[in-house]
Structures are given as structure tokens and as C-alpha cells.
């Protein structure tokens, strides 16, 4: 079965410290990737996406992400993080022909001042 | 706010009851999508449409679970006889689908269950 893994559970950094977290995924097949950010108290809103082409893609904020086929990994990093970042982050792939997607358990990212 | 949104958005029971929560998702999209999230997890896929077909269910959507998506537009998910392990954030999502492509998944809030 496809899956998606994110081992970072919990992050704490300081502002202005550099950002990467991880996500893997498991599946042979055509994928697209997305990373999708949930602030406090707000829904699920999108942050980038893969669907083909260039494997740097840039988000909104200042996110960007790197499909790297081979690693089978999509990470996610910002070079400059803000308290403003301090969310939940949720890695996913579009999998069963494009029909639903399959998420990480996510990554608590608490940015301090 | 054009976007999806979810009724209601918290919803207290009692074990055995009955509930129903409603989606209506962006009035151009063609799929809509339930998910459910529990603390400490991602999003779980329920089941989804297309217009008003429900296309797949997921092993996680047991016979007490029942969606409908009447007229192709707004959709209910409805809990019969729920359990505490129902407790649960239902999340309804909708996107736009055309043979041969792909787009984007857009959220809705939520409805937070909780089952006592």
C-alpha cells in the first residue's frame, strides 16, 4: 500500500534558523506531491505541489520543496523561518489514479522568538 | 469566502446516536472528497465523488458510515449508532477533475465529533 512518512514529529527552531523537513514516500508509480500547512485553528490550507517538471518547486511564503525520484523524498525547506511559521505541516501524495490522497502524520513545527 | 465549508463545525453526541454533517464544496468542483483525522495523525481518505457518483470507499468506511452527494453539488456524511472511536475530525475537501488531469485538493474547517 502507498504510504507517506514524516519523521520529524515535533520541530523547534529559532527565528530566522533554516528549515528542512522530511518526507518520504512509497510508491513505484506516477506521484504527485503536495505539502499542505494547518496554522492554529485553521483548516488545511496548501502550501506547494508536484506534479511533473521541475523537481525544485517554490510555495507560498517562501516554502519551496525538491522532488528527488531516487530518495523517493519530497523535503520541504525555507531558508529563513518566522514566528508566523509556527504550524502543523503535512506532506501528501495523490495516489489510487489520482483519486485521494494519502498524508504523513505530520510535523509540529514550533518557531520561537 | 468562496471556499468549502463544513455544517456544523463541532458536534458533541452521545454513544448510539445518530449524526449527520454536511459539505459544500467550491461550486465548480466536480469531486468532493470526506477525510478523517485523528489527534496525532493525518488526514485518513473516507470515500469520494464524482458529481453525485461515490466513486470509492475506503475499508475505513464501515456500515454505519453512509455518504450521499444527491444533486452533485453539497454532500452529507451520516454516523449511525456511534461509537467513541468515532470521535474523529471529519474533513470534506473538493477539487476540479477533467480526464487526463489532475488538480489540487481544497479544505474545508472541519466538524469536530466527539462521542460520549
Not at chain 1, 517562501?62 to 511559521?85: C, H, M, T, Y
Not at chain 2, 452521545?14 to 459539505?23: A, I
Not at chain 2, 449508532?81 to 480526464?99: I, N
Request: with cysteine.
Amino acid at each position: 500500500a502507498q504510504s507517506v512518512s514524516q519523521h520529524n514529529h515535533h520541530v523547534i527552531l529559532s527565528e530566522a534558523a533554516s528549515l528542512e523537513l522530511g518526507c518520504n514516500y512509497s510508491y513505484g508509480g506516477t506521484v504527485n506531491l503536495f505539502w499542505y500547512v494547518q496554522y492554529p485553528g485553521q483548516h488545511l490550507q496548501l502550501l506547494l505541489k508536484y506534479f511533473s517538471g521541475d523537481p525544485l518547486v517554490k510555495g507560498i511564503k517562501g516554502f519551496e520543496a525538491e522532488f528527488i525520484k531516487s530518495k523517493f523524498s519530497f523535503n520541504l525547506r525555507k531558508p529563513s523561518v518566522q514566528w508566523s511559521d509556527t504550524a502543523e505541516y503535512f506532506c501528501a501524495a495523490l495516489t489510487g489514479g489520482g483519486n485521494k490522497l494519502t498524508f504523513g502524520t505530520g510535523t509540529q513545527l514550533k518557531v520561537e522568538l | 469566502d468562496t471556499g468549502v465549508s463544513q455544517d456544523p463545525r463541532h458536534k458533541i453526541t452521545k454513544r448510539g446516536q445518530n449524526v449527520t454533517f454536511r459539505c459544500d464544496p467550491i461550486s465548480e468542483h466536480n469531486r468532493l472528497y470526506w477525510y478523517r483525522q485523528t489527534l496525532g495523525q493525518g488526514p485518513e481518505f473516507l470515500t469520494y465523488f464524482q458529481n453525485e457518483a461515490q466513486l470509492e470507499k475506503s475499508r475505513l468506511l464501515s456500515d454505519r458510515f453512509s455518504a450521499e452527494r444527491p444533486k452533485g453539488s453539497f454532500s452529507t456524511l451520516e454516523i449511525q449508532r456511534t461509537e467513541q472511536g468515532d470521535s474523529a475530525m471529519y474533513l470534506c475537501a473538493s477539487s476540479f477533475s477533467l480526464a487526463g488531469g489532475t488538480w489540487e485538493q481544497y479544505f474545508g474547517p472541519g466538524t469536530r465529533l466527539t462521542v460520549t
